[in-house]
């Protein structure tokens, strides 16, 4: 079987399996891309694996385009950066791994064990982008069946116990392609699903960011498997997840660090970016609309707010008016009018802010007028 290549791509294929081919290598597209080929979606970016030195042949097509290569020969990869396409370029390989949880040890290999390392059967298809076969389809799992089928299923019943992140894979890919897990890789998935525990914060965290990027089904398909409950996440009602994707609807605003949020609410477990941190406390300290606390919460946690208070249309509001309570006054000239830089001036401008948020206070002369009047009161 051939799969069509589109014309944007096909160019970029034939010249790395060209390459490949003059240094006695067969190469492929993998995984991802090849899986979104086949199903006619859009790439993003492409994953080639080569029966040989994968490096050297990255090495050799970046050279012929004057393009940056980064090499981790301890991975034995590399990545090219494109003007359309990130390029991963990757030797077939084996990997082993000593504990449940642990990063893998890779050493090379040959074709059929670069396919049966993979998570998803669906994942582990390969096209030929070697010149003499050019297109064709190498399924040596019967990933096209599972794929027409909609079920995911992973390679052995140990799968999950290797990578535990494999599960969080399974559920971005379910909430993604609308699919269901095959009957045995959802029972080693409930068999298996405590092994979530061991793996590192840092890559559960990186897990559930790509989970929120598939939106609300994301967050419904991982409380669905009772994920959420081992990882000690947030069980998100429906309303919650309905309100924030309303909101986002309205005003446009991305809802995936809102949906991120939503997850985090109840647990420090997570090792969170200042920034992130400031924003969940900030959303957890509302009982009922602030102004001032709003106010500095980051537009991509607009939602979650929307989602979170009683009062959600004075957000809606806020949305709407929020350049214009914002106070005109320089720091400059409160210093000028006798406000020393410090805490004194920044209460005094969000005194101003909730005047304007009251319609109180409209131009900038009415702040002066404010100031003056407050420090000869």
Not at 46 to 75: L, Q, W
Not at 291 to 317: F, T
Not at 336 to 357: A, C, D, Q, Y
Not at 360 to 365: N, V
Request: include cysteine; hydrophobic fraction near 40%.
């Amino acid at each position: 079987m051939f799969i069509p290549i589109p014309d944007n791509i096909s160019p970029i294929l034939k010249e790395i399996g060209t390459i490949s081919y003059s240094k006695g290598h067969r190469a492929y597209l993998v995984g991802g891309p090849a899986r979104d080929l086949i199903l006619k979606r859009k790439l993003k970016d492409i994953d080639i694996m080569v029966e040989g030195n994968a490096i050297g042949v990255a090495e050799e097509y970046a050279r012929h385009h004057n393009m940056r290569v980064k090499v981790h020969p301890e991975f034995l990869t590399a990545k090219v950066k494109g003007r359309k396409f990130i390029i991963d370029f990757a030797s077939a390989r084996k990997e082993t791994y000593p504990t449940p949880g642990s990063l893998p040890i890779v050493e090379p290999g040959n074709f059929e064990e670069d396919m049966r390392r993979r998570d998803f059967t669906i994942n582990a298809m390969a096209i030929s982008i070697t010149p003499d076969n050019f297109g064709e389809l190498i399924d040596i799992v019967e990933g096209l069946n599972d794929l027409n089928k909609g079920v995911l299923r992973v390679m052995h019943e140990k799968s999950f116990q290797d990578d535990p992140t494999r599960i969080l894979r399974g559920i971005r890919f379910s909430a993604r392609f609308g699919f269901t897990f095959e009957d045995k890789t959802l029972e080693y998935l409930r068999r298996n699903i405590d092994y979530l525990k061991v793996v590192s914060r840092e890559r559960i965290l990186r897990e559930l960011e790509f989970i929120s990027k598939e939106g609300i089904e994301g967050i419904r398909v991982l409380t669905k498997h009772h994920i959420h409950s081992v990882l000690n996440l947030c069980t998100v009602e429906d309303k919650i997840l309905n309100k924030i994707i309303e909101f986002s609807e309205k005003t446009g605003i991305n809802p995936e660090k809102s949906l991120l949020a939503s997850l985090l609410m109840c647990t420090d477990d997570f090792p969170l970016t200042s920034h992130m941190r400031k924003n969940i406390n900030l959303i957890k300290s509302l009982g009922t609309f602030d102004i001032i606390k709003v106010a500095r919460i980051d537009e991509d946690y607009l939602p979650l707010v929307y989602a979170y208070i009683e009062n959600s249309e004075e957000v809606v509001k806020f949305f709407t008016v929020r350049e214009r309570i914002s106070p005109e006054i320089s720091g400059g000239e409160m210093k000028k009018l006798g406000i020393s830089p410090g805490p004194e001036m920044g209460k005094i401008l969000e005194e101003i802010m909730v005047l304007r948020w009251q319609g109180r206070i409209k131009t900038k002369d009415d702040e002066i007028k404010f100031i003056k009047g407050r420090l000869n009161a």
